[in-house]
């Protein structure tokens, strides 16, 4: 029904954005990760997914096509709904999932608030084959493997030191990480939280 709305952001709550397009404000659920992006009185382009069913009606919100994309694949998994796969989208950004799921790593997946590891081995069984086509003709080396795996150590060692998941993402994500140990981008993200 819905595509997209642009508007003003006029509200950022925690799960949710309202998004003002001439007069009208629409409550738009959504990711941390879409959440992130915007600030108070941004010009917004979220693009839209209606959720009807018998009990609920929603409206689901993202900051790009390719979440929204994800968002919709996820929902049409049995066992995963909307809350739920707004969950595993606020895990990290869409091609980290994508690799994660691609990769069979159902301990990051399960990481997301209500997946169990049997959830995380049904989505990863259920959309392995759909993400299989974007890596095909791509070398999977070892580095872009590594790479997920250093950003989870790190992360969980910032948890670990009292930082909130989201305060640990954010700060990660402006973090030049190229060529750098886990120390060394622990101590980097330490020092940018600190600032």
Same mark, same amino acid.
């Given at each position: 029904?819905?595509?997209? +709305?642009?508007?003003? &952001?006029?509200?950022?709550?925690?799960?949710?954005?309202?998004?003002?397009?001439?007069?009208?404000?629409?409550?738009?659920?959504?990711?941390?990760?879409?959440?992130?992006?915007?600030?108070?009185?941004?010009?917004?382009?979220?693009?839209?997914?209606?959720?009807?069913?018998?009990?609920?009606?929603?409206?689901?919100?993202?900051?790009?096509?390719?979440?929204?994309?994800?968002?919709? +694949?996820?929902?049409?998994?049995?066992?995963?709904?909307?809350?739920?796969?707004?969950?595993? %989208?606020?895990?990290?950004?869409?091609?980290?999932?994508?690799?994660?799921?691609?990769?069979?790593?159902?301990?990051?997946?399960?990481?997301?608030?209500?997946?169990?590891?049997?959830?995380?081995?049904?989505?990863?069984?259920?959309?392995?084959?759909?993400?299989? #086509?974007?890596?095909?003709?791509?070398?999977?080396?070892?580095?872009?493997?590594?790479? &997920?795996?250093?950003?989870?150590?790190?992360?969980?060692?910032?948890?670990?030191?009292?930082?909130? %998941?989201?305060?640990?993402?954010?700060?990660?994500?402006?973090?030049?990480?190229?060529?750098?140990?886990? #120390?060394?981008?622990?101590? %980097?993200?330490?020092?940018?939280?600190?600032?």
């Amino acid at each position: 029904m819905y595509s997209y +709305i642009k508007g003003i &952001v006029k509200s950022i709550r925690e799960n949710h954005l309202i998004v003002d397009n001439n007069g009208i404000g629409y409550s738009i659920s959504t990711s941390a990760n879409t959440i992130k992006d915007f600030t108070l009185n941004d010009q917004a382009t979220i693009y839209t997914h209606l959720y009807v069913r018998e009990d609920l009606i929603g409206l689901y919100g993202f900051g790009s096509p390719e979440e929204l994309g994800l968002f919709e +694949i996820l929902i049409r998994i049995s066992g995963v709904g909307p809350k739920a796969a707004l969950a595993i %989208l606020s895990l990290a950004d869409v091609g980290t999932l994508k690799y994660s799921i691609f990769s069979g790593d159902h301990k990051f997946i399960s990481k997301a608030s209500g997946i169990g590891k049997r959830t995380a081995e049904k989505i990863i069984l259920e959309l392995k084959d759909k993400i299989k #086509d974007e890596y095909s003709g791509i070398a999977m080396d070892r580095g872009l493997a590594d790479t &997920v795996t250093s950003y989870d150590t790190v992360t969980d060692a910032l948890v670990s030191l009292g930082f909130t %998941l989201g305060e640990a993402r954010n700060v990660l994500k402006s973090i030049d990480k190229t060529d750098k140990s886990e #120390d060394e981008i622990i101590k %980097l993200a330490l020092k940018k939280i600190g600032n």
